[in-house]
């Protein structure tokens, strides 16, 4: 380091980043254009926002600040606002109808990225509604620059009980993982993992924990269900130890049925697995389990067949701990709703391609194209009791 500069290995000079100095707030373009050269209409404004929605306004906000100068943006040719705090950190502030960097019209690129929350292609948003494909594609990469916690659950409490797993994709052919935390119905992480060891997914889930820890400092999920993966077990442990492990058991039901399909006994089978997965308490679930394993070994199942019947069974206590969770999750559905979109979406793009940074980034914005995706109008008016 020299001064203010990075001497990087290759001899360039490279400025260390000033972090995120945006604050954006919900201001029509029509609002921007009478206040913005009005100090004292976008001080009101200002103060007005930060009355309303605090969590949009650095920590360091409330204590004062002073405006600091006007500038013009070179990309949109609209002036943009900048304020100094007490603490002499410098913002931009960025009316809500421009996107991050001002690299668009929100208007303009809503359809686009609607689009994208289904797979379109890039070249094919670019032959419809313009531009180029890299531009569509650094367009939506962007998005994973924001917080998924922050952004999706900031006025709200963080859920209880989280599901997580690992979404296997390529890199031009490389293997990785996709770390993939979910609650509330909502995707709450997604972070790159070069593999699947404990301290690559406890780097990986790491992210996560200090995202769910900026909304509240003292944040520890009381259950999170989890596949077999010991590596996955090992992560949340490290990271969260006070957390109850809750084993999926449909990973188990499933591991049944693919070695399974040409059983005759397959039907019964299913029956009696799904009969014990409902049982009323902890104790008639463990004796349903037993009935289920003595029943299996007096059948004319396969070798294979057995052996996962039989791990099933065996593993009725760990099964048996959401007794104590009745709000845990017992098995992964809500995760795989989410995940069998991740897998459309980055199947037809033929997975992940380009820098390891940049297809973390993809990930993530495929995360809040999720979150935010509208429902169907139909689905919408159900819930809605319509």
């Not at 509240?216 to 259950?223: I, K, N």
């Not at 993966?229 to 109850?244: C, G």
């Amino acid at each position: 380091m020299h001064g203010r500069r990075w001497i990087m290995a290759d001899g360039t000079v490279a400025r260390p980043s000033r972090g995120h100095r945006t604050i954006c707030l919900p201001i029509s373009e029509d609002s921007n254009a009478h206040t913005v050269d009005d100090p004292a209409a976008f001080r009101l404004l200002l103060d007005e926002a930060f009355r309303a929605t605090p969590e949009l306004f650095p920590p360091g906000f409330a204590r004062g600040y002073e405006l600091k100068d006007e500038r013009t943006s070179a990309k949109r040719g609209l002036p943009i606002r900048r304020i100094r705090l007490r603490d002499g950190a410098a913002y931009s502030v960025r009316p809500s109808f421009l996107m991050p960097y001002m690299t668009a019209r929100v208007a303009d690129v809503e359809g686009p990225l609607f689009l994208r929350t289904f797979g379109v292609p890039f070249w094919e948003l670019a032959s419809v509604f313009g531009r180029n494909p890299l531009f569509w594609y650094r367009l939506t990469c962007g998005l994973g620059r924001s917080s998924i916690v922050v952004t999706t659950v900031r006025r709200a409490r963080l859920p209880e009980h989280l599901l997580a797993d690992e979404n296997h994709q390529t890199i031009d052919g490389e293997k990785v993982y996709l770390a993939t935390t979910v609650g509330g119905g909502c995707v709450l992480d997604v972070e790159l993992a070069a593999s699947a060891g404990a301290a690559a997914l406890t780097d990986a889930y790491g992210v996560f924990q200090a995202e769910a820890r900026d909304v509240e400092p003292e944040y520890t999920p009381r259950t999170v269900s989890v596949d077999c993966w010991t590596a996955t077990h090992q992560a949340w442990l490290t990271l969260f130890p006070l957390v109850v492990l809750l084993r999926c058991f449909l990973h188990g039901w499933l591991n049944i049925r693919s070695r399974g399909k040409l059983s005759e006994t397959l039907r019964e089978l299913s029956q009696r697995v799904w009969e014990a997965y409902h049982a009323p308490s902890r104790r008639s679930f463990a004796q349903r389990l037993r009935r289920l394993r003595e029943w299996a070994r007096r059948q004319a199942m396969s070798a294979w067949l057995q052996e996962q019947v039989e791990k099933l069974c065996g593993r009725s206590k760990e099964y048996a701990r959401a007794d104590s969770h009745p709000h845990g999750r017992r098995t992964s559905n809500m995760l795989d709703r989410m995940m069998r979109g991740m897998n459309r979406y980055f199947d037809r793009g033929q997975h992940l391609h380009s820098s390891p940074a940049a297809c973390r980034l993809h990930g993530r914005a495929w995360a809040l194209l999720a979150n935010y995706a509208p429902w169907h109008p139909a689905v919408a008016r159900a819930n809605a009791g319509w």
